[in-house]
């Protein structure tokens, strides 16, 4: 059972960064495909970003390509998110998320709790 606690998330002003964080325990942390996915009001839970187990793979929606960067350090068992030129529209509770399988569907086999970004002047 793996557990998932994000990290870093807050009010920032459109153009803006901010990084999340998200600190693993109670897995192997290296064998896992990390995710970063978001839900904005009254909308769905979007996909934003995945990771390769090893990191060397990366893939993100279009709608945050160029801006987000997504990493982890296996040595510290935690991915982050580096958020740039940030937009209102990005508003939402982001999430971490663990799996097996590299795929860009909301899935996952573990998730954490979620941590509110908000983009406002």
């Known amino acids: 059972q793996v557990q998932l606690v994000e990290s870093g998330g807050g009010l920032v002003q459109p153009g803006g960064s901010l990084r999340l964080s998200c600190q693993a325990s109670?897995?192997?942390?290296?064998?896992?495909?990390m995710g970063w996915f978001r839900q904005a009001p009254g909308k769905e839970r979007e996909f934003v970003a995945v990771?390769?187990?090893?990191?060397?793979?990366?893939f993100y929606a279009d709608s945050v390509k160029g801006r987000f960067t997504i990493s982890r350090d296996n040595a510290k068992n935690t991915v982050y998110l580096q958020m740039n030129s940030l937009k209102p529209e990005g508003t939402a509770v982001y999430y971490c998320?663990?799996?097996?399988?590299?795929?860009?569907?909301?899935?996952?086999?573990?998730w954490g709790q979620g941590t509110q970004v908000t983009v406002s002047s």
């Open positions: 998320a663990a799996k097996y399988r590299i795929t860009t569907d909301v899935k996952a086999d573990y």
């Open positions: 109670g897995g192997t942390f290296s064998s896992y495909v």
């Open positions: 990771i390769s187990w090893s990191g060397s793979s990366t």
